[in-house]
């Protein structure tokens, strides 16, 4: 398999800012706070090096795309229940009725994601790659529609927009907007030509994110020490979110009287 200046160059820049991003998570100590999202990143530096490595060994290669494919969904679905905790527990215990409305939530997006997975019919040259196609817009699809509702509750909650989960949730959906954006077309066009202009968009997502990434982790978080007023402040709003909660989770219950 041959590769051009561009293969070359966004496989540097990918390895390069991945291996910057772990670093700063270790260095600053954030990895206590988001061990999967660490995780995620440290396997994702090691599966290019070990790709890389197994280039000219097709079945070796092979065995390790597809072994690192599912490992990689499972840590990115980890990752997007990891920022949903922490929004949902905002002071380190649920909010009423947040599980409920959490479980709803994921259901309703992995039944949306595997009905539109069924539908497409992406156009390529063996069934093998028709499976890879749809696999990736299964999963991209998934945690793009979890991401989507994760960010749109946080912000009705007023979580601070500086807070470390805010800062990963943000880079999580513009990735995987951008990754599902680049699916869908690969679900449409099929394994054509086009095929690797959309891969180039998607690993310049890829970089964008991780350099993203880096400066929010870089930077220190706003003090946490609360004073008497800040402390009564947060008491309303844990009331305000538990109302908001509780009303979300109720409304499926509830009937109009004729």
Known sequence: MGFTWKDIALWLAGFATLAILFSVL???KRAAQFPFFTATIGFAALSDVGLFLAMKHPAI?????WSAQI???VLQVAVVIEIA????????????GARSFWTAACGVSLVAAAGLTFLASPQAP???????IKGNFFAVMLTCMISIAVLVTARQYGLAWRNHVIGLAQGWTFWAFIAFAVETCHSYFGYTSFYEHLEYVGELANVAAYLYW????WQE????????ERHNILIEQQRQLDYYVSK???????????
């Open 248 to 258: 979300l989770v109720s409304r499926g219950g509830t009937r109009r009287s004729p």
């Open 26 to 28: 270790l260095a600053k």
């Open 221 to 228: 978080e706003p003090s946490r020490v609360l004073t008497p």
């Open 214 to 217: 880096t400066f929010v982790f």
């Open 85 to 96: 905790r922490q929004v949902f527990r905002p002071f380190g215990k649920w909010a009423a």
């Open 126 to 132: 063996t069934s093998a790659w028709v499976w890879v």
């Open 61 to 65: 290669y092979s065995t390790s795309y």
């Open 71 to 73: 490992i990689e969904c």
